[in-house]
C-alpha cells in the first residue's frame, strides 16, 4: 500500500428523501470540483421538519482526498 496524505474539508448536504440520499448528493457534487475523493465520515444529522413532517435531511461530512 502507498502512503498517502489527505486532506479533509467539511460539506453539508441535504435531500427530501432521506439520510443516505443527502449523502449522496453532497458526495456527487464535492466530486464535480474536488478531486481524488477517498473516503467520507458523516458527523452529524439533522431534519428540518414543516407542518409537522419532515421536509428534507441534512447531512455534514468530513470529506477527505489525497493530496497530489
Do not use: C
Amino acid at each position: 500500500m502507498s502512503d498517502h496524505v489527505y486532506k479533509t474539508i467539511e460539506i453539508t448536504g441535504s435531500s427530501p428523501n432521506g439520510v443516505d440520499d443527502a449523502v449522496r448528493v453532497a458526495v456527487e457534487k464535492a466530486s464535480q470540483t474536488v478531486h481524488n475523493l477517498r473516503w467520507f465520515k458523516v458527523t452529524e444529522t439533522r431534519g428540518y421538519i414543516e407542518e409537522g413532517k419532515i421536509a428534507y435531511w441534512q447531512v455534514t461530512l468530513d470529506l477527505a482526498f489525497t493530496l497530489e
